[in-house]
Structure formats: structure tokens, C-alpha cells
């Protein structure tokens, strides 16, 4: 007598299809939660950076008070300030991670490729304060329409 042996050790197209619909559905919810949070780590790190940078102007408009008698930011805000990706202010910021300062704005460009920047500002004539004194604006995409 010989025996007939069932080999079921594969998966059924039906099975597999609803595996692959699964899968579908929740890599289709979970990346925009993901991209939100890639957004919100790299606004976290650039106001992290501007926070130092806003920390070294005070520095350096210290330093000038002691010397002078009177507190002057530093025209550029990176000026004594150490930034991974800082290209200098004699362009503007190109690919990705970069950071530049050119013609009142300091600009960054993220992972995406969007451009980001703040307008900064070494003297703010509008205070009436008798010391100068300098301003980082608020963050503002920039398009990127040539």
C-alpha cells in the first residue's frame, strides 16, 4: 500500500493578497505620521542651532560692553559661533544640511530640500533702546521658484 502525502507547506494566492493589502494599508497610515515626524525633529534642530546662535550674539554683545561701554551684535551670527554645515556668508546654502548667511538672512535647507529662513538684523533702530541691538526674525519657507 502506498501513501499519498499531502505537501500543504505553501500559502494560498487569497493568503497572500491579503497579506499584501495589509501591508498596503498600514504603510499607507504610517508615512505621513512618519514625514510629520522627520519635519518636526529638523524644526527642533534648527531652533536648537538659532537658540546658539542667539546665545553667542549675546556673548559677543557682551564682550563689546565690557570693551566699549556699549553692547554691538555681531554682524554676522555666526561669527564665533561653530555650526555643522555653515558654508559662510559669501553664498547661500545649496544642498541639503547646509546653513548660510547672506544679505539679512540666515537660511537653512533641510532633508527635503525646502529652504528655510530668518531675517537677522546686527543694530534694531525701531527699539529706541540707547544699546544696539540685534534680532533674529521668525522662520519663513522660502519657494523655491528661480
Request: proline share 2%; net charge negative; charged share 20%.
Amino acid at each position: 500500500m502506498s501513501e499519498i502525502k499531502s505537501n500543504n507547506k505553501g500559502f494560498t494566492v487569497l493568503e497572500l493578497i491579503m497579506v499584501t493589502i495589509i501591508i498596503g494599508i498600514l504603510v499607507a497610515t504610517a508615512a505621513p505620521r512618519f514625514m510629520g515626524t522627520v519635519d518636526r525633529a529638523e524644526s527642533a534642530v534648527e531652533d536648537a542651532v538659532l537658540d546658539a546662535l542667539l546665545s553667542n550674539a549675546e556673548s559677543y554683545a557682551m564682550e563689546t560692553f565690557m570693551e566699549t561701554g556699549r553692547k554691538s551684535y555681531p554682524y554676522n551670527p555666526f561669527l564665533g559661533a561653530t555650526v555643522d554645515g555653515y558654508v559662510g556668508n559669501c553664498c547661500e546654502a545649496q544642498v541639503s544640511g547646509d546653513w548660510s548667511y547672506k544679505d539679512g538672512y540666515i537660511m537653512h535647507i533641510r532633508g527635503d530640500d525646502s529652504k528655510w529662513r530668518w531675517s537677522y538684523t546686527s543694530a534694531n533702530i525701531e527699539s529706541g533702546q540707547a544699546d544696539d541691538r540685534g534680532a533674529f526674525g521668525s522662520r519663513a519657507a522660502v519657494s523655491n521658484v528661480d
